[in-house]
């Protein structure tokens, strides 16, 4: 088998990039000093009533059909509005703990954030993925889950500088060309806010329900009530807000203090309508088995924190359920 490297993914995104580029008039310009005017006497041509004609023959090719992943039942997308609230974090528990709920089912991880690839540290996964005889690129599994992330393909501290159209391709690479073999649940680790990744998953694959992390912060259930309110209009269930960090209790004195505030996300799942799929409190275990690739649900299953989590997860099944009855 042979490996994807960096550099030829850059490569065939680049490719893919540049057959995307379509000239807005669909006018040939010829290269030379008199192009700029020609552009703009092209532009100037156009006509209201043209640009209606177009604006009506876009709208009735209506949007991307949905193509399911092949072998997945269902994916589930973790997102939130803001960075820094614990999403990558819950995804990851998220799907270790749908796997310790039901050792049958069969779980695997999806790292959309290009920029900021985490699955790689959270799972203690490195290495190009390998590719099989069909092309496709074979998922990196540790604790039972195979993952997929830009992470694997680039140096720990090396930036991705892509424009919008580099990315989209590369989403597309990561969702199609990978061989997820048979999968119960795929959970998906959405880039932070409400961007072109969002909307490009949620057009091109069915999402069985969304699960939107925020903490109890009023800053950051701003953002997250943006991200469900996208969701929605995107025809995509959500399951339920996470409410991450809700409570930090003294190992000392065991006493209890809302850092982030007391029931912010829950008061906001009742405006939306939606349920609150749990509680997760803030604690130096999550963040020290993180940091070690030992997700808490793995390293310390019997824990508080991990039951949480499970919790969670339990409760994230159950409204696919419902969803779907």
């Given amino acids: 088998m042979s490996q994807l490297s960096y550099s030829r993914l850059s490569h065939f995104l680049r490719i893919s990039a540049n057959k995307l580029t379509v000239l807005r008039t669909g006018t040939e310009i010829k290269p030379g000093p008199a192009c700029c005017v020609q552009f703009t006497r092209c532009q100037r041509a156009v006509d209201s009533k043209a640009l209606q004609e177009r604006q009506k023959q876009q709208m009735a090719k209506g949007l991307p059909k949905q193509k399911p992943i092949t072998g997945v039942k269902q994916v589930v997308v973790v997102a939130s509005g803001k960075g820094g609230v614990g999403k990558s974090t819950t995804a990851v528990n998220l799907a270790l703990g749908l796997m310790a709920n039901d050792p049958l089912k069969s779980v695997g991880l999806l790292d959309a954030d290009v920029y900021g690839p985490s699955i790689p540290k959270l799972m203690n996964l490195k290495g190009n993925p390998e590719l099989n005889d069909n092309n496709l690129m074979l998922p990196l599994t540790n604790y039972g889950v ?37 999968l119960d649940y795929l959970v998906v680790d959405m880039p932070p806010g409400t961007g072109d990744v969002h909307l490009s998953i949620s057009q091109n694959i069915p999402i069985a329900g969304a699960v939107i992390v925020s ?107 419902e969803v779907n009855s």
């Fill in 146 to 182: 195979p993952c997929m992330s830009m992470g694997f393909l680039v140096d720990d501290v090396a930036p991705i500088v892509w424009r919008g159209l580099m990315v989209m391709s590369a989403i597309e690479r990561l969702i199609r060309q990978v061989d997820w073999g048979s």
């Fill in 215 to 321: 903490t109890p912060q009023d800053i950051a259930l701003l953002d997250a009530r943006r991200g469900a309110e996208m969701f929605k209009k995107l025809n995509v269930p959500v399951l339920g807000l996470v409410q991450n960090m809700s409570v930090f209790q003294c190992p000392n004195c065991n006493h209890q203090t809302h850092i982030f505030g007391s029931d912010g996300a829950r008061q906001l799942a009742d405006t939306l309508g939606v349920q609150l799929l749990g509680d997760v409190p803030l604690h130096l275990n999550i963040r020290e088995t993180s940091d070690r690739g030992q997700p808490v649900v793995v390293s310390f299953p019997d824990s508080p924190e991990a039951e949480a989590y499970r919790k969670v997860a339990a409760a994230v099944v159950q409204r696919l359920e």
